[in-house]
């Protein structure tokens, strides 16, 4: 259980260009996910978390208008990366909150395999 | 300072050491915490949950001592399939609303 698939996997595309990566939970219902970038050897950093049926809230520094995140059902959300640039090459990992396991005893994120994004 | 700091590595062992990671915290509010291991350009995955009163998976054992802000991972009988980056994880809220990530410590095991 908890499988979170993410689409694409990689995607190469010209500066200016808008890119669209989707998020699933294929077991269960997640009415919380998040978005996380990852620069080559530093730690996943939380841009944002995205509520079903609500705003995206934004961490410190993410520009909410140029990553834009769509919520629209309990097992979807999206991230789209409006006019792309190469700074924004990275690589962007979802995942969806499952709640309370008895395995974990606690609320567990399960991560998608990621999508690299490189932005010529 | 880092919220989540952690030795970066690389720890090169031998096939069937025993091998630990060490992790501090900076925030003594945070509620849960967590070890993930990510291999090279994947997804990080979740190993094990950790608790005060320790706890251990096979060859896996966490220990937590909320006193000193400290996380403890110990894998014995290390096999090649362990080589990873191992990444300590924080969460503020308790509520898996805000993960914090470790820069991770990267394991090369070695026959």
């Known amino acids: 259980g908890a499988v979170v698939s993410q689409h694409p996997s990689w995607v190469i595309c010209k500066s200016g260009t808008s890119v669209k990566i989707e998020c699933r939970s294929l077991d269960f219902q997640a009415t919380t996910m998040f978005w996380y970038r990852q620069f080559p050897k530093q730690s996943l950093m939380l841009m944002a978390t995205?509520?079903?049926?609500?705003?995206?809230?934004?961490e410190q520094g993410v520009e909410k208008d140029k990553f834009l995140i769509n919520h629209a059902s309990l097992t979807l959300s999206t991230l789209t990366v409006t006019s792309a640039h190469p700074e924004d090459s990275s690589f962007y990992i979802c995942s969806a909150r499952q709640p309370f396991s008895r395995r974990d005893s606690t609320d567990t994120q399960y991560f998608g395999p990621g999508t690299r994004l490189t932005v010529l | 300072r880092k919220e989540v700091e952690q030795d970066p590595g690389p720890f090169n062992v031998p096939e069937g050491a025993t091998v630990a990671f060490n992790c501090t915290y900076s925030n003594s509010a945070s509620q849960s915490f967590f070890w993930y291991r990510q291999d090279c350009r994947k997804e990080p995955k979740l190993l094990m949950s950790?608790?005060?009163s320790g706890n251990e998976d096979g060859r896996f054992t966490a220990q937590l001592n909320r006193a000193s802000q400290y996380i403890s991972l110990l894998i014995r009988d290390s096999k090649l399939s362990d080589s990873a980056t191992y990444l300590c994880?924080?969460?503020?809220?308790?509520?898996?609303?805000?993960?914090?990530f470790g820069t991770g410590t990267q394991l090369k095991v070695e026959l």
């Open positions: 950790v608790y005060s």
């Open positions: 995205s509520n079903e049926g609500s705003k995206a809230t934004y």
């Open positions: 994880v924080v969460d503020l809220t308790g509520g898996g609303n805000k993960l914090t």
